[in-house]
């Protein structure tokens, strides 16, 4: 099942499922949650329990600069613990990279396959997160097992929050990207800036707040008091501005979402 393709699709949220299967078949069960959903502009959710080569198909078609996989994978884990993990590019040998080639085109349908052959196609999103359930029960039926049901919730929860988080997270790459040519002069807004982006690095790859809002209110009190950096520019001041504003939206959607 897809819905109507956003103009500009920055945000791709796929359910890797074997269809059928019981609790594996949790991310298709997840998507179908969330479809009728505002997630968002430029949020889109659709069912990916085709072929991994497929999949890297519509993510070269799409170009979404964020991959959000939802799947259920036996890691080894308690049977219905929830994990959400920020995933780096793998580093894949040649024979690595043909023996996930050959594992895809049989149709096998896994998160991990899924990353190997976008990656070595040069297709994968900047960036990747996956949420994960570990399963109870596997096997051909219908319906979750009572861990996978009440471990949904979390999934489609967690999910909601990468969505509202994007918009930030991408505004951080942009600013870190732009701190990088080292033309501002030392300030304490600037000071603060830098140490806010660090903790936006630590909710990107562990998905907890920490100090970000404390350092929000510290660069906001910088720039209310004229200790911004000599050399800013109207790109400058409108993402630092933007960043105040988009966390202060966070702030109160998460405080009502818990």
Request: glycine share 10%.
């Given at each position: 099942m897809t819905e109507p393709v956003p103009a500009q699709v920055t945000v791709l949220v796929g359910g890797v499922s074997e269809l059928f299967q019981r609790d594996l078949d949790l991310g298709r069960l997840a998507v179908e949650r969330l479809q009728g959903e505002n997630l968002g502009p430029g949020v889109m959710v659709e069912e990916l329990h085709y072929g991994a080569v497929a999949v890297a198909q519509r993510l070269e078609e799409l170009r979404p600069a964020v991959l959000v996989l939802v799947s259920a994978v036996r890691r080894g884990r308690a049977p219905g613990t929830v994990a959400r993990q920020r995933l780096d590019p793998p580093a894949l040998s040649t024979a690595e990279v043909?023996?996930?080639?050959?594992?895809?085109?049989?149709?096998?349908?896994?998160?991990?396959?899924?990353?190997?052959?976008?990656?070595?196609?040069?297709?994968?999103?900047?960036?990747?997160?996956?949420?994960?359930?570990?399963?109870?029960?596997?096997?051909?039926?219908?319906?979750?097992s009572g861990s996978a049901l009440r471990g949904l919730e979390e999934v489609v929860q967690l999910v909601r929050a990468e969505a509202r988080r994007a918009p930030?997270?991408?505004?951080?790459?942009?600013?870190?990207?732009?701190?990088?040519?080292?033309?501002?002069?030392?300030?304490?807004?600037?000071?603060?800036?830098?140490?806010?982006?660090?903790?936006?690095?630590?909710?990107?790859?562990?998905?907890?707040?920490?100090?970000?809002?404390?350092?929000?209110?510290?660069?906001?009190?910088?720039?209310?008091?004229?200790?911004?950096?000599?050399?800013?520019?109207?790109?400058?001041?409108a993402l630092w501005w933007t960043l105040i504003e988009e966390l202060d939206r966070l702030e109160a959607v998460e405080a009502v979402s818990g």
């Amino acid at each position: 099942m897809t819905e109507p393709v956003p103009a500009q699709v920055t945000v791709l949220v796929g359910g890797v499922s074997e269809l059928f299967q019981r609790d594996l078949d949790l991310g298709r069960l997840a998507v179908e949650r969330l479809q009728g959903e505002n997630l968002g502009p430029g949020v889109m959710v659709e069912e990916l329990h085709y072929g991994a080569v497929a999949v890297a198909q519509r993510l070269e078609e799409l170009r979404p600069a964020v991959l959000v996989l939802v799947s259920a994978v036996r890691r080894g884990r308690a049977p219905g613990t929830v994990a959400r993990q920020r995933l780096d590019p793998p580093a894949l040998s040649t024979a690595e990279v043909q023996a996930a080639v050959g594992d895809a085109v049989t149709g096998y349908v896994h998160p991990d396959l899924v990353v190997e052959i976008a990656s070595a196609l040069g297709v994968l999103p900047p960036r990747v997160v996956t949420v994960e359930l570990e399963p109870e029960v596997v096997g051909p039926g219908e319906g979750l097992s009572g861990s996978a049901l009440r471990g949904l919730e979390e999934v489609v929860q967690l999910v909601r929050a990468e969505a509202r988080r994007a918009p930030v997270t991408a505004l951080a790459a942009e600013l870190r990207e732009l701190l990088g040519d080292e033309r501002l002069e030392p300030s304490t807004s600037l000071t603060a800036l830098r140490a806010l982006l660090v903790e936006l690095e630590w909710l990107d790859r562990d998905g907890r707040w920490g100090h970000a809002f404390a350092l929000r209110d510290r660069l906001r009190l910088g720039i209310a008091t004229g200790a911004s950096s000599e050399g800013m520019e109207s790109r400058d001041w409108a993402l630092w501005w933007t960043l105040i504003e988009e966390l202060d939206r966070l702030e109160a959607v998460e405080a009502v979402s818990g």
